[in-house]
T-cell receptor, first 118, second 112 residues
Framework: EAGVAQSPRYKIIEKRQSVAFWCNPISGHATLYWYQQILGQGPKLLIQ????????DSQLPKDRFSAERLKGVDSTLKIQPAKLEDSAVYLCASSLVAPGQGFGTEAFFGQGTRLTVV | GNSVTQMEGPVTLSEEAFLTINCTYT??????LFWYVQYPGEGLQLLLKATKADDKGSNKGFEATYRKETTSFHLEKGSVQVSDSAVYFC???????????FGSGTQLTVLP
C-alpha cells in the first residue's frame, strides 16, 4: 500500500514570497490533516478535512494560510505571504476514519516538507 | 481544550537500560491515546495505542497503559537498544471529529 506522498521535500523562500505544498493521501482515506511542526516542538494541527469539507481550521492563520482538498483526494496548503516564523516542517497525514467513527484509528503521516523562510 | 504534556527531554540512556517517558493529558470525553515515533530522517509512525481505560498498548517491546484515574499514558521499555534512538510523541484523539493532538516530543538517545 502506497503511503502519504508530499512534495516538495525541501523549500527555501524569502519572506513575503508565496509557497505551496502538495499532499496525496492514502487511497480511500476520508480524513486528511495538515500539521505544522516547528523545530523542537510537537506537530500543531492547522486544518482537518473530511473528504473535501473542512472539519477544523481553528488554528489556521487565515490571513496568510489557505488549504483546499479537491474532489476529496489531493490537498494543497499555501502560504502567502510567508513570514520568518513560518519556518517549520509541514506534515500531511490521512486516516480511514470519518468523524464520529473509529475510536483509535491510526493516522498515517507523509515525510513532510521542510520550509525555510529567509 | 485538549492537551498533552510530555516529560522534558532529551533523554540519554545506555543500551539495555529501562526507559520511562511520562505523558499526561487533558481531554473532553473519552480520548484514544497514542505513542508515535519519529526516527532520524523518517516520518511519524504509530508505535502503539489504547482506546479505553486500563487498555495496554504494546509493540516492539514498548508498552503503555491507559490510566483514566491519573490521566496518564506513560511509555515504558524494559531494555532499550541503540536502534530505539528517536523522538517519541504522545498524542490523543478526541471529539466528534477525532482531532489528533500531540505533545511536544521527547528525544531519546541510546548509547552503546
Amino acid at each position: 500500500e502506497a503511503g502519504v506522498a508530499q512534495s516538495p521535500r525541501y523549500k527555501i523562500i524569502e519572506k513575503r514570497q508565496s509557497v505551496a505544498f502538495w499532499c496525496n493521501p492514502i487511497s480511500g482515506h476520508a480524513t486528511l490533516y495538515w500539521y505544522q511542526q516547528i523545530l523542537g516542538q510537537g506537530p500543531k494541527l492547522l486544518i482537518q478535512f473530511q473528504n473535501n469539507g473542512v472539519v477544523d481550521d481553528s488554528q489556521l492563520p487565515k490571513d496568510r494560510f489557505s488549504a483546499e482538498r479537491l474532489k476529496g483526494v489531493d490537498s494543497t496548503l499555501k502560504i502567502q505571504p510567508a513570514k520568518l516564523e513560518d519556518s517549520a516542517v509541514y506534515l500531511c497525514a490521512s486516516s480511514l476514519v470519518a468523524p464520529g467513527q473509529g475510536f483509535g484509528t491510526e493516522a498515517f503521516f507523509g515525510q513532510g516538507t521542510r520550509l525555510t523562510v529567509v | 481544550g485538549n492537551s498533552v504534556t510530555q516529560m522534558e527531554g532529551p533523554v540519554t540512556l545506555s543500551e539495555e537500560a529501562f526507559l520511562t517517558i511520562n505523558c499526561t493529558y487533558t481531554a473532553t470525553g473519552y480520548p484514544s491515546l497514542f505513542w508515535y515515533v519519529q526516527y532520524p530522517g523518517e516520518g511519524l509512525q504509530l508505535l502503539l495505542k489504547a482506546t479505553k481505560a486500563d487498555d495496554k498498548g504494546s509493540n516492539k517491546g514498548f508498552e503503555a497503559t491507559y490510566r483514566k484515574e491519573t490521566t496518564s499514558f506513560h511509555l515504558e521499555k524494559g531494555s532499550v537498544q541503540v536502534s530505539d534512538s528517536a523522538v517519541y510523541f504522545c498524542a490523543l484523539s478526541s471529539g466528534s471529529a477525532r482531532q489528533l493532538t500531540f505533545g511536544s516530543g521527547t528525544q531519546l538517545t541510546v548509547l552503546p
